[in-house]
């Protein structure tokens, strides 16, 4: 997935253009894992499971 740097320079992560949510987009289900570990490690998010989009060749993370 592509990576793009905002006017702050900041990377914005690749959305999903399907749905209302605007999903991230992880190129591999190892990529999509290792983000739900930091978001509970270091945001404590609950427990994330990842998914396949049936839209495209990517991954997101659900709190479901």
């Known amino acids: 997935?592509?990576?793009k740097l905002n006017n702050n320079?900041?990377?914005m992560p690749e959305k999903c253009w399907v749905g209302?949510?605007?999903?991230i987009?992880?190129?591999t289900r190892e990529e999509a894992e290792v983000a739900?570990?930091?978001a509970a490690h270091d945001y404590?998010?609950?427990?994330?499971?990842?998914y396949r989009c049936?839209?495209?060749?990517?991954?997101?993370?659900?709190?479901?």
């Open 20 to 23: 209302d949510s605007q999903k």
């Open 25 to 27: 987009c992880y190129k």
């Open 9 to 11: 320079k900041v990377i």
């Open 54 to 64: 049936e839209y495209g060749d990517h991954y997101h993370l659900s709190s479901r």
């Open 1 to 3: 997935m592509r990576k």
């Open 44 to 50: 404590h998010a609950p427990t994330l499971s990842v």
């Open 36 to 38: 739900a570990m930091v």
